[in-house]
């Protein structure tokens, strides 16, 4: 009992329990001490330790200083035996308990760094399947969540309470097949700012279904030309299909057998099969079926239209071989004449057709219309016919052409005046002449129209103010009457020369000169010549003249 009381009476407690946090660095840690005051010195002793002098014990102050550093994960409490001592008195031990707090000083931990699953792609959502194995040596803060921080940018996958990772929403392969994703866990210290965080790999591969047809990808019309050589390639049909594997394998059909074209099951290739000719079908269709090999199989169609080009197989056609037309020598210049037109088969630049003569005339043709004009003067006289070659030429790269014959007749109108040759005629008439023969001469006008418009009729315009002259309307000119020089020596007649209505005229003047013939006797000046002689006149002198004179010339 005395002891007992002894030791009660020596410590202020009957046991001591100190808290301290893990993370507490070397200081005082907690402190003995006993009940009452003496003047004798108490001195204090650990007489059992199980930390190895982790807490160091003062003798005189009865603290306790923490020498290195704590770890509650390996260790959550210690307990020691104190003794107090008072000179030679020895005071029974009490038991010291240090009880470690944990703090938040473990990572959470994942027991692998990469994770992997593989998901079909018509996995049902909300469907749990990779357990994420995580932990953390804190106690209270070792509680953790897990949550998807990259690589899920959609939120295609969650995580739930336990750690298992789920799909939230639907997978499309085809859109995406991989997931790389990062995971992140927490643990649950307070305040947040404490928290540790670990992050694990989880690769996630999405494996196919066959969820999709075949998509052509490949133009839906193709143009060739018409002389495409047999079993040449038309055009490769290709689709995609965005399964993988037989799932996306593609073979091609037709939808009907033999006919124009045929088509390759594996590249789709289409070949030509039977001659085309764009002047009868200018444009095919045709249905190609594209299938994959998945089970079950998909399929989808597609119209082909195929556009034949025209080549130039086609020479131009006159609808006419020749043409004839008649047209007046006066028409004006400028005068549209004739259209002709050749047509042909062809399209395109290749049925383009463009006009041309061959010869270098009074003609032209318009290019591209086939309107043939006059453009210089014609002249009947000169030109009474014209063949011209016309010929139609295609605008293909290598032209075709044909040809057409036109005749050109060109009628007469009275546009030329008849024309004396010369306009001067001299005739030299003996007075006195009564010969017929010798009284009678034929004129004669020259007019290069035809037909009645050459007709010339003559007549006297001026000069037989004594009707000394006629003239037949063909032209026979006459002197009625003999003609008698001494009175008049020359006479100027002027024919005119008519041709048809509306008339034109040419004149021809003619100087008749009346030639002598001695018909008259020579007359003396005076009957009787009256003149003095004197009688010593010389011989050999001039008296008197006498003078006769004849109306005859020469």
Known sequence: PHNRWRTQMAFSKTVYSFQVKED?????????????????????????????NLFLLSPFSGEFLLTRSLDFEAQRFYILTVEAQQGDLQVSGIRVYFNLLDVNDNLPVFSQDTFSAVLLENTNIGTCFLSLNVSDKDEDNGKMTLRVISGD??????????????????????????????????????????????????????????DNAPMFVSAESVSIPEDTALHSVV??????????????????????????????????????????DREEVDTLTVT??????????????????????????????????????????????????????????????????????????????????????VMDELDRERDSNYTLMITAVDRGNIPRSASAAIHITVMDVNDFAPQFVPETLTIHVKENEEDPTQLTYQVSALDEDLGNNSQVTYFIEKGNGYNLFSITPSGTFHIL????????????????????????TGTLTVHIIVDDVNDNHPEFTEEVYNTIVPEDSLIGTVFAVIIASDVDEG
């Open 153 to 210: 940018d959609e939120e295609v996958f969650v995580t739930d309470s336990t750690g298992t990772l789920c799909l939230n929403k639907p997978l499309d392969r085809e859109r995406q097949s991989y997931y790389n994703l990062t995971v992140a866990a927490n643990d649950c210290a307070q305040p947040a700012s404490l928290q540790f965080t670990s992050t694990a790999r989880v690769i996630v591969i999405i494996e196919d279904v066959n």
């Open 235 to 276: 055009i490769t049909a290709h689709a995609e299909d965005e399964d993988a594997g037989s799932n996306g394998r593609v073979l091609y059909y037709l939808n009907t057998s033999g006919g124009i074209f045929s088509i390759d099951n594996r590249s789709g290739k289409i070949y030509l099969e039977e001659l085309l």
């Open 24 to 52: 507490t660095l070397p200081t005082i840690v907690g402190k003995v001490e006993t009940q009452f005051e003496s003047l004798t010195a108490i001195t204090y002793s650990v007489q059992e330790d199980d930390g190895e």
């Open 481 to 504: 009457h003999t003609l008698d020089r001494e009175k008049e020596s020359l006479y100027i007649v002027t024919i005119t020369a008519v041709d048809s209505l509306p008339s034109l």
């Open 288 to 373: 190609i079926i594209a299938t994959d090999e998945g089970l079950p199989m998909l399929a989808t169609t597609m119209k082909l239209t195929v556009h034949v080009e025209d080549v130039n197989d086609h020479d131009p056609e006159f609808l006419q071989s020749s043409y004839n037309l008649t047209v007046r020598e006066d028409i004006p210049r400028g005068t549209s004449l004739l259209q002709v037109q050749a047509h042909d088969q062809d399209i395109g630049s290749n049925g383009q057709v463009r006009y041309m003569l061959a010869q270098i005339g009074p003609f032209v043709v318009d290019i591209v219309r086939g309107v043939l004009t």
